[in-house]
């Protein structure tokens, strides 16, 4: 790898992209309204590690398709935990809007079964000594002790 080839790949693994593909990849977006989405996207987000700039603007998904602003159709295989269900999956808007109609917010000063049955499921799947939880803000975020 030459020192040239080096430094490109650094600026594809930092905080913002800078590398050639990345450029000739923003350069080929020829609809105005991603234009304008990414544009405006990167005005006010701060830069995060490989995601700046973003690759395109998501108008809708559906299942493991993801579908940007002009109306190419993309498969997710980066995931965040939603590519192994699908997105709006049914059985997933099922549960969680039968919940949010239920009980959609239980501050920590309270308990409830679904969070008591959540949390035992946890440990159980941990198993050994990590046997108490606590759920953080962002409802995907846990924590697991002893």
Not at 4 to 25: F, I, K
Not at 70 to 87: C, E, I, P, S, T
Request: hydrophobic share 35%.
């Amino acid at each position: 790898m030459t020192h040239q080839e080096h430094a490109t790949h650094l600026r594809s693994e930092g905080d913002v992209n800078t590398t050639p593909a990345r450029q000739e990849w923003t350069a080929s977006i020829s609809d105005s309204r991603t234009q304008s989405l990414l544009e405006r996207d990167s005005n006010v987000f701060l830069h995060q590690a490989m995601s700046t700039p973003c690759l395109d603007a998501l108008e809708a998904v559906d299942g493991i398709y993801l579908t940007d602003s002009a109306g190419k159709r993309y498969m997710d295989f980066h995931g965040n935990n939603v590519h192994q269900l699908g997105y709006g999956h049914p059985h997933v808007v099922k549960r969680v809007t039968d919940q949010l109609a239920v009980l959609p917010f239980s501050p920590r000063r309270f308990t409830n079964p679904i969070a008591i049955d959540c949390a035992e499921k946890i440990t159980e799947i941990c198993g050994g000594d990590l046997d108490r939880v606590l759920f953080a803000p962002g409802a995907h975020q846990l924590l697991v002790w002893r």
